[in-house]
Nanobody, 116 residues
Framework: QVQLVESGGGLVQPGGSLRLSCAAS????????MGWYRQAPGKQRDLVAS???????DYADSVKGRFTISRDNAKNTMHLQMNSLKPEDTAVYYC??????????WGQGTQVAVSS
């Protein structure tokens, strides 16, 4: 069984930065990709950024150039560095882990609020 725990959310002013972390417990060998999704009130959950087991990254157009996804293989952790934050980035951010043959796992979410 795999568990994902996010941390690093909070309240920040527009233009500020936050760094989210996702720690995975249990074996994640054979995973396909890890990623960050976000869901604002009344909206669907959308992909923000993802990174494959091979290290390829993908970003939503709205965060390109501002967010950076990374992975620490030795610590089974994933990070999302968020810079130049905007009010429209306000959402609950979820960590996601996809396996080729073992299904998909989600974290419990961490709140990010961007407001002056």
């Amino acid at each position: 069984q795999v568990q994902l725990v996010e941390s690093g959310g909070g309240l920040v002013q527009p233009g500020g930065s936050l760094r989210l972390s996702c720690a995975a417990s249990g074996s994640i060998s054979g995973f396909r990709s890890m990623g960050w999704y976000r869901q604002a009130p009344g909206k669907q959950r959308d992909l923000v950024a993802s990174i494959t087991a091979g290290g390829d990254t993908d970003y939503a157009d709205s965060v390109k150039g501002r967010f950076t996804i990374s992975r620490d293989n030795a610590k089974n952790t994933m990070h999302l560095q968020m810079n130049s934050l905007k009010p429209e980035d306000t959402a609950v951010y979820y960590c996601n882990l996809q396996f080729w043959y073992r299904g998909t796992y989600w974290g419990q979410g961490t709140q990010v609020a961007v407001s002056s």
